[in-house]
T-cell receptor, first 108, second 119 residues
């Protein structure tokens, strides 16, 4: 089973700042089959990125994903107030699919 | 509207059985894999398993194999998650979600079903 480790656990930023979230896999993620989700309190997760760098429908341009192999990054170019949430990565290249433990993006 | 509608919250006692549902609408349900994800209180997401409605192919995470049963009724576009004997540790929010067009990421989520198991 591939273990995904997200860092940092909590990221404290002010609106307008750049956010860089990391997801490291215990072994190479086949096909760069890595997705990112955003979850706000009391809500279901929302897909942001799939295939490491492809944006899901309706996701703003300030969100971008990159990486391959074992190291992946979600970047929010300028954080907006509605972006403060928990972010999860998921690998879906190997069975069982697995999620990272999450990074909480909080207001500084 | 394209959506997954999950059954309502449940409060059960340890040892009881339970089956929760996830009904798809607005898309060709039998063409997609539907997965289940657990979120324990205050914790992260856990991938439980996934079922293909076309031929009922099922894949379980080893962590959940034998603990739950995933099934589908294609005639009513509904997936199910079932327990034969609940434990207090099954207390969690359970989400169903639809696989994406290009892989087993989840592009459409239900709102979740909260299961509380307490004596």
């Amino acid at each position: 089973e591939i273990v995904l480790t997200q860092s940092p656990g909590t990221l404290s930023l002010s609106p307008g700042e750049r956010a860089t979230l990391s997801c490291r896999a215990s072994q190479s993620v086949i096909g760069s089959y890595l997705a990112w989700y955003q979850q706000k309190p009391g809500q279901a997760p929302r897909l942001l990125i799939y295939g490491a760098s492809s944006k899901a429908a309706g996701i703003p341009d300030r969100f971008s994903g990159s990486g391959s192999g074992t190291d992946f990054t979600l970047t929010i170019s300028r954080v907006e107030p509605g972006d403060f949430a928990v972010y999860y990565c998921q690998q879906y290249g190997s069975s069982p699919n697995t999620f990272g433990q999450g990074t909480k993006l909080e207001i500084k | 509207e394209v959506q997954l509608v999950q059954s309502g919250a449940e409060v059960k006692k340890p040892g009881e059985s339970l089956k929760i549902s996830c009904k798809g609408s607005g898309f060709s349900f039998s063409s997609y894999w539907i997965g289940w994800v657990r979120q324990m209180p205050g914790k992260g997401l856990e991938w439980m398993g996934i079922i293909y409605h076309g031929d009922s192919d099922i894949r379980y995470s080893p962590s959940f194999q034998g603990q739950v049963t995933i099934s589908v009724d294609k005639s009513i576009s509904t997936a199910y998650l079932q327990w034969n004997s609940l434990k207090a540790s099954d207390t969690a929010m359970y989400y169903c979600a639809r696989q994406g067009e290009l892989g087993w990421y989840f592009d459409l989520w239900g709102r979740g079903t909260l299961i509380t198991v307490s004596s």
